[in-house]
């Protein structure tokens, strides 16, 4: 039995369209992220899949749980750590802990075997008020809440954003450990550093998904060669490559320009590079 299916959902707001005939399986045990830019759809999507929105159109299940009908039973099931921090900011990490803990009708001492290596981290300040944590200290907070009821499934909705790098490295090997356990997490993120880190990624955008598959996957689907090229001025580095009918796309990457081309059988001076999750999904957005 998967641990969730999605049959063509949509949802629209004010005719505008959110989501658009989505579907996708998720394997027990998996992680599985959802990529794609600011306002693609992920936050809809992932608050339609913690019961907190109705689909429009479509059905949703988790496990052989009904999303409609057994709404009651899913939310027992599942942890959800929204992108921004909504833990109680006037209470304590220790407070925070067992009120989440109290509202599952569980203890802090029945289940801290299944947070202790994540809340270690920041019980040498469990009396210091949860506002007044670090970026990293708040993410390992919100963690810890999220899995205080031991759920099945584990829903992050960009986990790291505004996270420092170190934090963001020390995040990722909690959630690989957390997934040695046998849990099921699915994932939103803009970075694409991270899309490697899981075991199956769907690239969304404008509310579709572009592509589903393995990361090192989507790499080979790359269907053309692609090249660096680097320069000391970059807006008139891409006039000139933009200008240029043989340069099929080109856009900047850090300090140099990727480009792929219509003919690669013209002589060309260009550095042949390996291309990245990032590459193939601008790609497929041109």
């Known amino acids: 039995m998967k641990a969730l299916t999605i049959n063509n959902i949509s949802k629209s707001y004010n005719k505008k369209t959110a989501l658009k005939n989505i579907s996708f399986e998720v394997d027990k045990g998996e992680i599985?992220?959802?990529?794609?830019?600011?306002?693609?759809?992920?936050?809809?999507?992932?608050?339609?899949?913690?019961?907190l929105l109705l689909p429009e159109?479509?059905?949703?299940?988790?496990?052989?749980?009904?999303?409609?009908?057994?709404?009651?039973?899913?939310?027992k099931i599942f942890g959800y750590m929204p992108g921004r921090f909504s833990l109680y900011h006037d209470l304590t990490v220790e407070e925070n802990l067992e009120f989440f803990a109290s509202v599952f009708?569980?203890?802090?001492?029945?289940?801290?075997d299944l947070v202790k290596d994540i809340y270690s981290h920041i019980e040498p300040f469990k009396k210091r008020k949860a506002g007044a944590l670090s970026g990293g200290m708040k993410q390992k907070l919100a963690l810890s809440c999220a899995l205080i009821h031991k759920p099945q499934i584990l829903f992050l909705d960009e986990p790291t954003t505004g996270v420092d790098p170190v934090s963001r490295k020390e995040f990722w090997q909690m959630l690989k450990n957390l997934q040695k356990q046998g849990l099921t997490i699915i994932v939103s993120?803009?970075?694409?550093?991270?899309a490697i880190l899981c075991d199956r990624i769907g690239l969304i955008n404008n509310g579709e998904f572009l592509d589903i598959d393995k990361p090192e996957n989507l790499i080979k689907?790359?269907?053309?060669k692609l090249y660096a090229v680097e320069g000391d001025n970059m807006p008139k580095l891409l006039k000139e490559l933009r200008g240029n009918?043989?340069?099929?796309?080109?856009?900047?990457?850090?300090?140099?320009?990727h480009i792929t081309l219509n003919d690669e059988t013209i002589e060309n001076n260009y550095k042949e590079i390996t291309p990245t999750?990032?590459?193939?999904?601008?790609l497929l957005l041109k």
Do not use: Q
């Open 221 to 224: 689907k790359f269907p053309k």
């Open 189 to 194: 993120t803009p970075y694409m550093d991270e």
């Open 32 to 51: 599985f992220g959802i990529i794609g830019p600011d306002g693609a759809g992920k936050t809809t999507l992932f608050r339609i899949l913690t019961t």
């Open 57 to 75: 159109t479509g059905k949703v299940n988790i496990g052989d749980l009904d999303l409609v009908k057994d709404y009651k039973k899913i939310r």
């Open 277 to 282: 999750i990032e590459d193939y999904f601008i």
């Open 105 to 112: 009708s569980t203890t802090v001492e029945e289940n801290y």
């Open 245 to 257: 009918e043989n340069v099929y796309t080109c856009y900047s990457f850090g300090d140099s320009c």
